[in-house]
């Protein structure tokens, strides 16, 4: 896809994406069908370099790993039923280590739901997805935009962390057309993918006074690898609590809350009493409502939320600046004030929640205008 013409065209959120991941250098696209992550997997097929088509999620996570221990960027995309079955086989790549991107497209649930409906319903779980509590680099696309701008952002996140990077989205963001200027689009440059080069031995999670243990691919002719799912040492050694073991499994989180990018965007006029927060396809109606609000005369802000786990300490900071803070989302149990709150959410938080739809810019409005 060439992006130097001006005139604008048809897009929907999977083209760019998918041609986003292959510039940025993702190499493979291992993927089962499910709705609504189908288009992504129908482009990923005719553009990236190697297209595996799995014959189930659970086959899909195992190649990933097995791909990415090998040295290849791996990509796929799902929605919560084959996510679901996916859970295990990120801990395993979470516990080695191992670089991938899963593009998490929500749809209406509890259990398989509705295929064709979109929904925000995913959040509180990729909260408490890695067992033990560790955190997971979690990513959010709130417009076209975000669509070409945040896959290079977590992949190079997943490769300079050597984890599993989830780039959460939702119906509506990646199957709609709308007219699209393309020429908006920056450049992408390839993510550097750096080997150890060092003197041996390599001890495959040896991180140094970092956070980050330098990677060799298995099957290297000159360096031993060993990859090990369960508890582990500095060298990959199957261990049970011993210190060096314990050091070395902290370390897995202490990685993820210093080196996961801080990705926001805040309007903030002068004057302004109440904020409206949102992310992913909320971010919309969102922006409409503050729009809407300003041209009556009434200063609002807007913050919309691009990395969601680990929470940044940044959005309370903003959040304890107003009186009045609504957040918007397409869900019935205000899953990002849950996040950010737990379940006693301060008084002077409004939720806008909708289940089946998406959000209207009217009930933003009316919320913030609320006596």
């Not at 050597?162 to 390839?190: C, H």
């Not at 922006?287 to 309370?316: D, H, N, Q």
Request: proline share 9%; aromatic share 6%.
């Amino acid at each position: 896809m060439s992006i130097v013409h001006s005139y604008p065209v048809l897009l929907d959120g999977s083209r760019l994406i998918v041609e986003a991941c292959v510039r940025a250098g993702a190499d493979v696209y291992v993927g089962y069908p499910i709705s609504p992550a189908n288009l992504i997997f129908t482009y990923a097929s005719r553009r990236f370099p190697v297209a595996l088509p799995a014959p189930d999620e659970i086959t899909a996570l195992q190649w990933m790993a097995g791909l990415s221990a090998a040295g290849y960027l791996p990509v796929t995309a799902t929605s919560f039923p084959g996510f679901a079955l996916m859970v295990e086989s990120i801990n395993m790549a979470y516990m080695m280590e191992l670089p991938m991107l899963i593009i998490l497209v929500q749809r209406l649930g509890p259990s398989t739901g509705t295929a064709t409906a979109g929904a925000q319903g995913d959040l509180l779980l990729l909260d408490g997805l890695i067992s033990g509590g560790y955190p997971l680099p979690v990513l959010c696309i709130s417009d076209l935009e975000d669509c070409w701008a945040l896959p290079p952002i977590a992949l190079r996140t997943a490769v300079a962390l050597r984890t599993p990077v989830v780039l959460l989205s939702s119906k509506e963001m990646v199957m709609t057309q709308v007219t699209f200027d393309r020429s908006r689009l920056p450049e992408i440059e390839p993510v550097p993918r750096a080997r150890y080069a060092g003197p041996g031995p390599y001890r495959s999670y040896d991180a140094g006074e970092g956070w980050v243990p330098p990677f060799v691919p298995v099957g290297d002719d000159d360096r031993l690898v060993r990859l090990n799912a369960s508890t582990h040492d500095r060298s990959g050694l199957l261990q049970h609590t011993s210190e060096e073991a314990m050091a070395n499994t902290r370390r897995l989180g202490e990685k993820v809350e210093a080196l996961t990018p801080v990705l926001y965007h805040l309007d903030e006029p002068e004057g302004a009493q109440a904020l409206v927060v949102s992310y992913d396809v909320t971010s919309g109606a969102a922006r409409e409502a503050v729009f809407t609000l300003r041209a009556r005369g009434v200063p609002v802000s807007l913050l919309l939320v691009r990395t969601l786990l680990p929470v940044p300490a940044i959005y309370s900071e903003v959040i304890d600046r107003y009186p009045r803070v609504v957040i918007a989302e397409e869900n019935a149990q205000g899953q990002l004030a849950r996040l950010l709150f737990g379940r006693r959410v301060p008084g002077k938080i409004r939720t806008v929640g909708a289940v089946g739809r998406m959000v209207r810019p009217e009930e933003i409005v009316r919320e913030v205008l609320a006596p």
